[in-house]
Nanobody, 115 residues
Framework: QVQLVESGGGLVQAGGSLRLSCAAS????????MGWYRQAPGNPRELVAA???????NYADSAKDRFTISRDNAKNTLYLQMNSLKPDDTAVYYC?????????WGQGTQVTVSS
């Protein structure tokens, strides 16, 4: 069984920074991509950032130049460094891991950015 546990969310003022972590455990198998999604109330879940096994990254336009996705393979952990946070970044952030055959989700961590 696979478990993804997000941490690092919280309340921060506009312009501040947070670093989200996603710790993976269990037999995931061959990972294709890892990423972060977010969902604000009343909005669909959207991709924030993703990283492939080859190291290529992809960012939402709203996150580009402010957020950085990275991974530590030895620690089985995915990170999202978020800088210059805005109130519009307020959402529940979800870790996503996709293997060849399965897709896994974390429980989410709340990020709230105040003005």
């Amino acid at each position: 069984q696979v478990q993804l546990v997000e941490s690092g969310g919280g309340l921060v003022q506009a312009g501040g920074s947070l670093r989200l972590s996603c710790a993976a455990s269990g037999r995931i198998g061959s990972i294709h991509t890892m990423g972060w999604y977010r969902q604000a109330p009343g909005n669909p879940r959207e991709l924030v950032a993703a990283i492939t096994t080859g190291g290529s990254t992809n960012y939402a336009d709203s996150a580009k130049d402010r957020f950085t996705i990275s991974r530590d393979n030895a620690k089985n952990t995915l990170y999202l460094q978020m800088n210059s946070l805005k109130p519009d970044d307020t959402a529940v952030y979800y870790c996503n891991v996709r293997s060849i055959f399965y897709t896994y989700w974390g429980q989410g961590t709340q990020v709230t950015v105040s003005s």
